[in-house]
């Protein structure tokens, strides 16, 4: 696969030429369909998933049946990089929230360039890192605050993903990633849409204000923005310092 100039996933994005051409011959463009399961807990990591548009929420499956997202993820980071930590199954399900489109590649060929590239292995320590943030603020967030706080701050994060006012979200599918009973979604919904940060629910689309509902959302969701933003900050001045140095 030749991959354009205009890179959509920012790990990618941020490889050196050299070390990206590692991994182009093995990557292909692949559809990311609504709902779609792109990783299943238990099962072996067969592909890497580097998305360029769209949004996937990681979600934890508990042994009664219950779920509860843990970390939702769009062009910023990947899918199935824990893997390069030894053959194990899956410890968790990725399900794709929001449709659009990833360079995939198999498993074994990315651990093989993960092994010869620097640059690689600290594109998955920025992931890694990233993907902590998330886990470690967003366990966090489900101890202390309140549900509709959270509900917004997962419509924001899903809105920051795909750069669109109109969510492709069931109100089902907020239920799984809450963790909480449909009647409980529909309650906040309700609530939602009265102060005017719901501007509608339709069948499978809900329609957001982003400033409004930024007025409901904890502080978590600003938190994990800034501290992601700070680690591919950091990143992009370590890559300028070690481009100056081979000249």
Do not use: Y
């Not at 920012?10 to 070390?19: I, T």
């Not at 690689?120 to 489900?142: E, S, T």
């Not at 009647?183 to 719901?198: E, F, H, P, Q």
């Amino acid at each position: 696969m030749t991959l354009p100039s205009g890179i959509g996933n920012r790990l990618l994005a941020a490889l050196p030429a050299a070390d990206l051409d590692l991994l182009a011959p093995e990557l292909e463009m692949v559809a990311l369909d609504r709902d779609a399961v792109v990783s299943r807990a238990g099962d072996q990591t067969e592909h890497v998933f580097f998305p360029h548009s769209g949004a996937i929420s990681v979600m934890i499956d508990m042994a009664n049946g219950q779920t509860v997202a843990s970390a939702v993820i769009g062009r910023e980071g990947a899918i199935g990089t824990l893997s390069v930590l030894g053959p194990s199954p899956a410890a968790v399900t990725a399900i794709v929230r929001a449709a659009g489109t990833a360079s995939r590649i198999p498993a074994s060929r990315f651990h093989t360039a993960f092994s010869r590239s620097l640059a690689i292995r600290h594109a998955v320590q920025i992931h890694f890192k990233a993907m902590l943030i998330q886990f470690q603020v967003g366990g966090a967030c489900n101890a202390l605050h309140p549900v509709q706080a959270r509900m917004a701050r997962w419509l924001l994060h899903l809105r920051d993903r795909i750069d669109h006012d109109v969510l492709p979200l069931t109100q089902e599918a907020l239920s799984q990633i809450l963790g909480v009973r449909r009647t409980t979604v529909t309650l906040l919904m309700r609530n939602l849409r009265a102060s005017g940060a719901i501007r509608s629910v339709r069948r499978g689309e809900i329609e957001i204000d982003p400033s409004r509902l930024a007025t409901v959302a904890c502080e978590c969701r600003d938190t994990m923005r800034l501290e992601v933003e700070e680690i591919f900050s950091m990143n992009a001045a370590r890559s300028r310092v070690l481009i100056s140095q081979t000249f």
